[in-house]
């Protein structure tokens, strides 16, 4: 055989690894939950979270994560019932708000 070399072994890479302290693995869990709290909506976090594994896990595994995105971020008006004074159940009329990161997808 050629080169010498041990054909268990796997071939040596021809450029060492190097790591990349500049790309978004590299944040620890504490920065990027502080990010996370900075996404205009649920709906925004739950489409990040759903990037990879690690930040889903992130996010489930902080209870105090949760509390304060829901602190910052209160439930939208879904809509209101209209004409109380009625003796008869009220239609409910929904709000129908866009979804805040929709211009941002465009």
């Known amino acids: 055989m050629h080169g010498g070399g041990d054909p ?3 071939p040596p890479t ?3 690894k190097q790591s990349n302290p500049t790309t978004i693995d590299f944040l620890g869990e504490d920065l990027l939950l502080a990010i996370f709290l900075h996404l205009p909506s649920l709906a925004t976090l739950i489409r990040a979270t759903l990037t990879c594994r690690a930040w889903r896990r992130a996010m489930a595994s ?3 994560f949760r ?3 829901r602190e910052l971020h209160p439930a939208p008006l879904l809509g209101i019932f209209e004409d109380p004074d009625s003796e008869a159940l009220p239609p409910f009329v929904a709000s129908h ?3 805040r990161d929709t211009p941002g997808a465009q």
Do not use: N
């Open 8 to 10: 268990t072994q796997p």
């Open 14 to 16: 021809k450029f060492p």
């Open 62 to 64: 902080s209870p105090s």
């Open 67 to 69: 509390r304060s995105f």
């Open 97 to 99: 708000r866009r979804d």
